[in-house]
Structures are given as structure tokens and as C-alpha cells.
């Protein structure tokens, strides 16, 4: 039993619940209800569906569009939960998996792209493990309300692809997005607020918005060596859904020439 409850106490954020804060103080343990004490940690121990959502890319940074994942392994079987789903155009899943491991399989067009583990401690607490593959990736990871599904503005894809190297830098950054973008008053503006480079790389007054893709000019500031820019939540959907946050990594090997 002190087993079991020195896991829901280092589980649990509970340090205003009044049943938490007596049995953290010895002298009124002897006052705890054995029966209520067994019913708390089998609620905690027992396995519970939670509401999950994430969006698959493949190696390039491309959304897995209209893909879909397979439940290979559950260590919590739960009658009801289904052990297939869609991917959205955006490769974005919205699942019900019960906590403990999941292992997932990814494909697209029938095509293995890689597998993975979601570990589910409970509502709020996941982490990904085992990828079969270091390219493809899990983005953006949310557990969401019974009863909901919320909506999400994301990168579809990029060109030049993400983490893709050259000796001349492009004159422009093509970013796809799932839906089509606002357009500022001062995209110039827009860019410098929302769009962080590092190193701190100067847009060129060619940038464009040009329906779901924003295409970014360059003018200078790129190095040798790795330089990325990382789209915050600013930069929205023309419905207002801020972006899903996203770092776009390239390399530019010597010479490194300007566009």
C-alpha cells in the first residue's frame, strides 16, 4: 500500500486536495479508510482513454497527407478503441488510445514510412519512443477535451526541403500551409515579427503571400553551416488559426554563395 501511494504522490500534482495532505502527514494515517485508500489507487493504476492529435512528417519535413496509422501493440487494451486512422491532408491524426505504450505503424499509400511508440503516463504526459526511422517525425503533439475537435493551421511542405544543403543560398523559402493565409497590411513587417531566423538572416522586400503558401525573399545574413528559420503562432490562417510552431533547418556548404 505505501508502495501505491508513494506513486500517486510523486504522480500527482495534488498539493490542495485535503485526502492527499493527510496522508502526507503520519499522525492521521491511522485515520484513512483502508477501502477508499484501495478505490483511489486503482482509479490511478487503471488504464484511462485519452484524446490525442499530432501531425506525421516524412523525411523531407512533408506532411504524410491522407496516410494512416495501425495500432500494432497496446499494453492497456480497451474494448472500443479502434485500431486504425486517417491522416488529414495536413498529415495530422485526432485519436482515442489508452495510456501506458502504444506502438504505431505510419504509412502512405500503402508505403511503410516508419513506427513508433507513444508512452501515455496519463492526460497531459506523453513521450515518443523507438522511432524505426531517424527522417520521418511526430510534430506538435496535444491532447484535446472528449467531445471536441479542435482545428489546427499547419506547414504542409516546403522548397527548398527541410534540412536540404547547397552552396548557393535560394532566393526565396516556399512554405505550404492547410489553409490559405492572411494577408497583412505590411508583410515585411509580418515576416520580421513572426518569422525568426538564426542566424538573423535580412527578408528581401520580394516576399510574397500568394493563397496557402508565403513565400519569403532573401537578401542576406545566411552563414556556412546550419541556419534556420522557426514560424511562430503570428503567422495565421485567414480564418485566424495561429501556426503550428515549426523550425525549418538548412545548410549552406562553402562557398555559400548569395543568391
Known amino acids: 500500500m505505501f508502495v501505491l501511494l508513494s506513486m500517486w504522490v ?3 500534482n495534488c498539493y490542495y486536495n485535503p485526502l492527499v495532505n493527510s496522508f502526507l502527514n503520519p ?10 485508500l484501495s478505490g483511489i489507487a486503482f482509479a490511478l493504476l487503471s488504464p484511462q482513454v485519452v484524446q490525442i492529435t499530432g501531425q506525421i512528417v516524412d523525411a523531407n519535413g512533408f506532411a504524410a497527407s491522407n496516410g494512416n496509422l495501425t495500432i500494432l501493440t497496446r499494453t492497456n487494451p480497451i474494448e472500443g478503441l479502434s485500431n486504425s486512422f486517417n491522416l488529414n491532408t495536413a498529415g495530422r491524426f485526432f485519436i482515442q488510445l489508452s495510456t501506458g505504450e502504444t506502438r504505431i505503424r505510419v504509412e502512405q499509400s500503402s508505403v511503410e514510412l516508419f513506427s513508433f511508440t507513444l508512452n501515455i503516463n496519463g492526460p497531459g504526459n506523453v513521450s515518443i519512443t523507438n522511432k524505426s526511422l531517424a527522417g520521418p517525425d511526430i510534430l506538435n503533439i496535444e491532447f484535446y477535451p472528449t467531445g471536441t475537435t479542435p482545428s489546427y493551421f499547419d506547414i504542409i511542405s516546403t522548397n527548398p526541403p527541410n534540412q536540404d544543403s547547397f552552396q548557393t543560398w535560394p532566393s526565396t523559402i516556399q512554405i505550404t500551409f492547410s489553409e490559405d493565409l492572411e494577408i497583412p497590411s505590411d508583410l515585411q513587417s509580418y515576416l520580421e515579427a513572426n518569422v525568426f531566423t538564426e542566424p538573423s538572416i535580412t527578408f528581401a522586400g520580394s516576399s510574397i503571400v500568394n493563397g496557402n503558401i508565403l513565400e519569403i525573399g532573401n537578401s542576406t545574413g545566411f552563414q556556412i553551416g546550419t541556419n534556420t528559420y522557426s514560424i511562430g503562432r503570428g503567422i495565421r490562417s485567414i480564418s485566424g488559426i495561429g501556426s503550428s510552431p515549426r523550425t525549418i533547418s538548412y545548410t549552406c556548404d562553402s562557398p555559400c554563395n548569395a543568391p
Open 10 to 12: 510523486i504522480s500527482g
Open 27 to 36: 499522525e492521521k494515517l491511522e485515520d484513512a479508510n483502508p477501502t477508499a
